[in-house]
């Protein structure tokens, strides 16, 4: 598992938003690798 634990902005509903990815050991590179691109869009709005 890699676990990304993400510091929210103030002001949000939440605190810290922890994303988890979890795959099997002989693919875990390429589950990764596919996941990276949504973890990498997440966006928090700017007040």
Known sequence: MRL????V???SA?????IA???PDARF???VE???PIVDSIE????
Do not use: H, K, Q, S
């Open 4 to 7: 990304y634990l993400v510091d």
């Open 9 to 11: 902005p103030a002001g």
């Open 14 to 18: 939440t605190r810290i938003l922890a």
């Open 21 to 23: 990815i979890v795959g």
């Open 29 to 31: 590179e390429r589950v």
């Open 34 to 36: 596919a996941a990276m």
């Open 44 to 47: 928090f709005p700017t007040r």
